[in-house]
Structures are given as C-alpha cells and as structure tokens.
C-alpha cells in the first residue's frame, strides 16, 4: 500500500472543507489521500512550518482571493520557502493577470471554481504516480 498523498487546502470559506470531505470521502476511506484544511494564508504558512507538516504535504491547493494575504502572495512565501512543493492555485475569477502571476510564482496547476472534483482527482491521484515513479 502506498502513503497518501497530504493534501494542505487553504480557502477563507469554512464550507469548503466538508464539500471536499464529501466529494473525495472514497478516497480518504482508502487511505488514498488525507486532508489538512487552513481558512488564512497566515495559518497555512503556521501550519506547514510545524514539523508534521513538513513530512507529510506534497499538496497546496490555495484560494486566490482571500482577506489579508492573499493565494498570490502564500504562493511566492511557499515556493521561497518549500520548493519541493506542488501548488494548484483555485479561484472564482479566471483572470488571466492572476494566472499569469501564478504561473510566474511556480504555480503547477489554476483550478477554476465550481470545482471540477473529478478532474482534479485525476490530476491529484496522477501526482502520487508522478512522484513515487523512480528518478
């Protein structure tokens, strides 16, 4: 059996933790992938520098727009500061100057919502292939 992948999702909404608990609920009863949920850019970048954090998320999905810092700004901080880790940016406003930026700050993926959940299982589940795969 292989690790689940550790997913961090940072959104300012506290509905979307159980939308997503509900949508990927076969995946996290086989242990396929595990959820951390953080309403604020501050509290994701608390999070992940707690050392269980750092062994365990392979995965950001961040909100763009959110108060305070935004998913723009968490996205430089992470890939400053956590290189290693795969970012997929989720906004309600698919502009291009936001996917621009996000792509310029190392952004793997742009998620518009409403959420396309079985896309994105695909793309999350291909990341575990992806990075289990030998170099």
Do not use: C, W
Not at 12 to 33: C, H, N, S, T, W
Not at 100 to 107: S, V
């Amino acid at each position: 059996m292989t690790k689940p992948i550790h997913v961090l999702v940072v959104d300012d909404e506290p509905d979307v933790e159980p939308m997503f608990r509900q949508k990927f609920r076969k995946e996290i009863k086989a242990k396929e992938i595990d959820f951390h949920f953080e309403l604020s850019a501050v509290a994701a970048l608390a999070y992940l520098s707690s050392s269980e954090a750092r062994t365990e998320v392979t995965l950001i999905l961040s909100d763009i727009n959110m108060p305070g810092m935004n998913g723009l700004e968490l996205l430089r901080v992470i890939k400053e500061k956590y290189t290693n880790l795969t970012v997929f940016m989720v906004t309600a406003y698919g502009d291009e100057q936001s996917r621009k930026i996000a792509e310029d700050y190392g952004a793997s993926s742009f998620v518009n919502k409403p959420v396309d959940f079985s896309q994105l299982k695909q793309d999350i589940l291909s990341l575990v292939n992806h990075t289990s795969a030998p170099v």
